[in-house]
């Protein structure tokens, strides 16, 4: 079921704040080898491709020291075709290095703070209102 107010949370004192909505986010990361001996970068490369092979989604669980904020990180290894990796070291202002991307998803960002919503105390009818 979805909460009727996606702006309405429940504090952890009993009172409901307005807060903003959920930011979710996808990363996108990229691992460049820059080293003289070519073979180093390779090799270093081929070591984070391997990791996030075997962890290819984070939790507190199997990573005890990624932020409590975050729930879970899924790690996905893209296809970039020619074109995107010309264009992605274009921008970068230099030429093809060896190099790995990944997308991150899972990363959302939450209004911890708020704004207490006041609680309705009385009402009051006023029977001049009524026509």
């Not at 991307?101 to 960002?109: E, H, I, Q, S, T």
């Amino acid at each position: 079921m979805r909460q009727g107010d996606t702006y309405a949370r429940v504090s952890a004192e009993g009172g409901t704040k307005r807060v903003q909505p959920n930011i979710s986010l996808n990363l996108s990361l990229l691992f460049i080898a820059k080293y003289q001996h070519y073979d180093v970068g390779l090799r270093l490369l081929s070591t984070v491709i391997r990791y996030f092979q075997a962890n290819n989604y984070l939790t507190q669980q199997n990573t005890p020291k990624m932020s409590r904020d975050i729930d879970h990180l899924s790690m996905e290894l893209p296809s970039l075709t020619l074109s995107q990796q010309n264009e992605l070291f274009s921008m970068l202002r230099t030429g093809y290095l060896p190099s790995v991307a990944y997308r991150v998803k899972g990363l959302v960002f939450r209004d911890s703070g708020g704004q207490p919503i006041p609680s309705i105390t009385e009402t009051v009818v006023r029977t001049s209102d009524i026509a």
